[in-house]
């Protein structure tokens, strides 16, 4: 299947004070389930899968997942089997409150639940033999669906009409998709990748896919790391979807344009950068957050 996205560019006072444009590629719009850089991701390892004869695709996740919900409904889509092996034992007993992993075993994955130590060895060779006796012959999508064919998908995020913007922006999880934009962002262009975790280990993780030397990434926008989420960070993502009736994610696009504007305002950007952030989907995974906020007391997020 061949997609088009669209190119939205947003208005905020804020962005005509400092000078800046602001252009938002809607990825999301790819697909409600299969969107953005999943649709990217699964894309070339679909086509390898069947060409290889698998039944069955086996891939890891946490409980808020963009991938485990699109890979799920990938393999409904493509006749394949689809097996998810899920960070925490303690989720085991009450996955059915989670709303990411109940629109995956409504498209027919099955999960296995381990804990964050076993879930560690997703990359040893002697776990992943137990999973095959376990489940059979797989075609393997690592967490993310982060692996050279996903590079290859992620490098079509950008079309030669993106060729006129200085700075081309994404949230950063596992470091496929902000790779892929590397190395397909012009000789002019800087990649800015925004983490939704905590930690360092992601420079190291993008170099094994990055050709080019264009990126950098902005850490200090990830609200206390995967899947956490702040008051300020809700009140941010309701007033941008009120002003430009964009929708975006509490686990990757909400950080990122919060950090956007963040450096706007901080005049990070100077006068006449052209702007584009890529919207990478996901926007399942709010259900699953109000929920959370809902039991703390804390403002939902607003659809």
């Known amino acids: 299947m061949r997609v088009t996205t669209v190119n939205q560019e947003v208005h905020l006072p804020i962005l005509a ?9 809607r990825e999301d719009r790819i697909h409600p389930l299969i969107s953005g850089n999943k649709y990217r991701k699964l894309k070339y390892n679909l086509e390898e899968a069947k060409a290889e004869g698998f039944g069955t695709l086996l891939t890891f996740g946490g409980a808020f997942s963009n991938h485990i919900a699109a890979t799920a409904y990938a393999g409904k889509i493509h006749n394949l089997k689809t097996v998810g092996i899920i960070r925490g034992e303690e989720i085991a007993q009450k996955w059915q409150e989670n709303s990411t992993l109940k629109l995956a075993q409504s498209h027919g994955m099955k999960f296995k639940f381990v804990s964050r130590d076993l879930y560690r060895q997703k990359e040893i060779p002697n776990f992943l033999e137990e999973l095959k006796n376990e489940f059979g012959d797989f075609y393997l999508l690592p967490e993310g669906g982060t692996n050279p064919l996903a590079i290859k998908g992620c490098q079509e995020i950008l079309t030669p009409a993106d060729a006129d913007f200085d700075v081309i922006c994404c949230a950063v999880g596992t470091g496929g998709t902000i790779a892929g934009i590397s ?49 300020e960070l809700v009140d941010f993502m309701n007033t941008f979807l009120k002003k430009t009736k964009i929708q975006l994610d509490p686990i990757y696009t909400g950080k990122l344009l919060f950090g956007i504007m963040d450096l706007v305002q901080k005049d990070y950007f100077s ?12 926007l399942q995974g709010i259900e699953g957050v109000n929920r959370i906020l809902q039991k703390k007391k804390l403002p939902l997020i607003n659809v």
Request: hydrophobic share 35%; net charge positive; proline share 3%.
């Open 271 to 282: 006068p006449k950068t052209n702007i584009l952030a890529i919207h990478t989907g996901g």
């Open 17 to 25: 004070q400092k000078g800046v444009s602001l252009v938002i590629k």
């Open 183 to 231: 190395n397909a962002a012009s000789s002019s262009q800087k990649v800015l990748g925004f983490p939704a975790l905590k930690g360092d280990f992601l420079q190291e993780d993008i170099c094994k896919f990055a050709a080019r030397n264009n990126w950098e990434l902005q850490s200090d926008y990830h609200f206390g790391g995967y899947a956490k989420v702040t008051g």
